[in-house]
């Protein structure tokens, strides 16, 4: 068994969490390679249901390690929250099999302050954000003006480094923005109690990561939302702060040799999106309300209804050329049981004129749906597990898709709970 990344194809919100955890059972690690809290993974197994956010979810397979990369933005109190939550529910996290990249750099308070600060500033011109900090923590560790984990192992050094900082970016807080400041006593009482905690967890994962490679493991990257949020090849500038593509991988996970074998790109069934930018296909009204309650379309995060439509050939095409993918993942085939004819977003028409290629980001908002219709299956096929038991209907929509996207499709969901796969 060679390296996977399991990668977003869309906007995000696809399931890459429920593929990363059928997956694991075939892998000896899992990393988590970029983003941070600001969006979530839904895991349905046997020990319950979860919503991830910083936590691989390769964490509910025994024996597996779980690594939190250096390209990951490293909220010490929301990951410990979270942790938590986990554990509560009766999954074990141990220094064993959970770990904390000491070159990832920490998520600090005021980031997620001038989140919320400049989202309010851009009033509505803002970018959607999920205000937990992500953009400002990028745009600061690109300044190196971060601390990194590992500085958590050495206290002193920690804080003449976070006095440093917090001169500058108090200036940036009361000046810009005409916001409260931090003294350095109250950023040291939040490093004593959140840092504190997952203190335990940070260690060398760079050596941890050649050591698997060495000895011929196999290692699964986990990535946050999908193609389209990519800082530079998404729906820019509405996408997140960092690099989202399979090929990012490597970097941020702390093993820069890795070579990977297998992108497994993750598909809904239909579009969803969360926050504000180009969405080409969106329903509105008692449509989309009904495709939002029939998928449960509600972010893992935020609690925010996600805008919903039919699926889009365009952006798909576009995604799995970006990930570069070798195998699909179709996700939520289930929800469009009710459909009596199923949508497909088959080209764009901008300015009267149709093209087959996404378009760049100033364009965009011009893309208007070029639809067609397959038929639909009407029945419940959400206990199926055998591809030939499918209704014909379904696996002609599954091959269509295959064949406008360029790519197999070996994995067909019916279900949010790890065995409701159909292998293809």
Known sequence: MGNCAIVGINWGDEGKGRMVDLLTQDYDVVVRYQGGGNAGHTVVNELGKFALHLLPSGIFRKGVINILGNGVAMD????????????????????????????????LPWHRDLDSLEEARLADKKYGSTKQGIAPFYSDKYQKKTVMAGELLYPEYLKAHLADILEWKNLTLDRVYGAKTYTIDEVMAWIDDFGAKIRPYVCDTGAVLRKAQAEGKSILFEAQLGALRDLDYGIYPYTTSSNTLACFAPVGSGLPSARIDEVVGVVKAYSSCVG??????????PEAEKLREAGGEYGAKTGRPRRVGPIDIVATRYGVQMQAATNIALTKLDVLSYMDKI????????????????PFPTLQNKAKPVIEYLDGWQCDISKITEWDKLPEAARRYVEYVEQAIGCHIGYVSVGPERDSIILR
């Not at 999954?91 to 959970?98: A, K, M, S, W, Y």
């Not at 080209?347 to 149709?354: A, H, M, N, S, T």
């Open 76 to 107: 010490c109190e929301n990951l410990w929250i979270e942790m938590q939550e986990v554990m509560s529910q009766g999954v074990p996290l141990t220094p064993e099999n959970l770990m904390i990249s000491d070159r990832a750099s920490l998520l």
């Open 276 to 285: 504000e930018g180009p969405f080409p296909c969106e329903w509105f009204g």
């Open 343 to 358: 949508p497909v977003c088959v080209r764009y028409d901008i300015d009267g004129q149709l093209t087959d290629e996404f």
